[in-house]
């Protein structure tokens, strides 16, 4: 320990800063028992796995706000998610850094992860947990990024994490990611209908493959499927301010219940009937729940089209037909 007084008396009052900072993990940790909530912070390995990541890159010294911090790469057990020190901290070491930080000694800038708008200690969760004791808004750190397209923000619990990490996936499997880096949202609300989605990019590519005569991969069907089929749905959902009328839903929700309303009305009419499209659907989305349909939604003239898989098998048949030199048609 250093010699100068000033830091001595600055350690011995970081000792009963840490065991009231204690007392007061102890108590959040209990309320947030009663609950049914997590007080741990989060868990950087374990964030990186549920999203994916694997570029990096150093962004440089900033001054990043301390509320933002919320999790570390090793130690987020040794903390509360508020950076309070748990049993596992030691009393020697934090004392030590309160006194470093009010002493003319200082201490050196930490260092961090930043994944979408959070970030995770890499080095210096003692510092943190004093920052936030001193009631600092911000801390100097070298910050290295890992880029991501999905939404991540201080406060989110696990289930949220949950849904993160199932767009995440989504995103990779269909590369959507690379092909369509500026996509609008295809967030769900409830992560098991991702597979619902990939569904539709699967049926895209057979219909494509069909219509080019060649095998098409995932990531070309599912960027032209984007393009001609999730866009223009998205953009009439916009146009006509639709969301508003889904409180808690996305735009992604609503794009699934048009798609299924369209497959469930060809079902009920029989292939042969005229082709609805995604206007049409938001006609009658609106009017059942006796929401005034825009007079300009009735007169849209998209060229929306979406396709069952009796569809795409019938089209499959047909070509595979014509190959043959055989009218399956009828005419």
Do not use: C
Not at 30 to 36: I, K
Not at 94 to 121: C, H, T
Not at 223 to 234: I, K
Not at 250 to 269: A, I, K, N, P
């Amino acid at each position: 320990m250093s010699d100068d007084p000033e830091f001595k008396g600055f350690y011995t009052e970081g000792i009963n800063v840490f065991q009231n900072a204690r007392r007061s993990a102890f108590l959040q940790e209990m309320f947030s028992l009663l609950r049914g909530q997590s007080a741990e912070l989060l868990s950087f390995d374990d964030i990186k796995a549920r999203l994916r990541l694997r570029e990096e890159s150093y962004r440089g010294l900033q001054d990043v706000p301390v509320a933002k911090i919320v999790g570390s790469v090793g130690r987020y057990r040794d903390f509360t998610n508020t950076f309070l020190p748990r049993g596992s901290t030691s009393r020697d070491r934090w004392s030590r850094v309160y006194a470093q930080v009010n002493s003319m000694e200082g201490v050196p800038p930490i260092e961090l992860y930043k994944v979408g708008d959070v970030f995770f200690v890499r080095d210096g969760n003692h510092r943190v947990s004093v920052a936030r004791q001193l009631g600092s808004e911000t801390i100097q750190a070298h910050v290295t990024e890992l880029p991501t397209s999905v939404k991540i923000e201080p406060g989110m619990s696990l289930e949220d994490l949950d849904r993160a990490g199932a767009y995440a996936a989504f995103l990779e499997e269909s590369g959507l990611d690379n092909t369509r880096p500026h996509h609008q949202s295809l967030e769900l609300s409830e992560p098991s209908r991702y597979s619902d989605l990939m569904g539709h990019i699967y049926l895209h590519k057979s219909l494509l493959e069909h219509q080019k005569g060649h095998e098409v991969n995932i990531e070309d069907a599912a960027a032209d499927w984007y393009d001609r089929t999730y866009r223009p749905a998205v953009t009439l959902i916009r146009k006509y301010d639709v969301l508003e009328h889904m409180e808690g839903r996305t735009e992604g929700d609503l794009y699934l219940w048009l798609v299924d309303h369209l497959r469930e009305m060809r079902e009920e009419l029989g292939e042969n009937a005229p082709s609805r499209s995604f206007s049409d659907a938001l006609v009658d989305f609106l009017a059942e729940r006796r929401i005034p349909v825009p007079k300009d939604l009735l007169m849209e003239k998209d060229d929306s089209v979406v396709l069952t898989k009796t569809q795409i098998m019938r089209a499959v048949e047909l070509a595979k037909a014509r190959e043959r030199g055989e009218d399956l048609t009828g005419e």
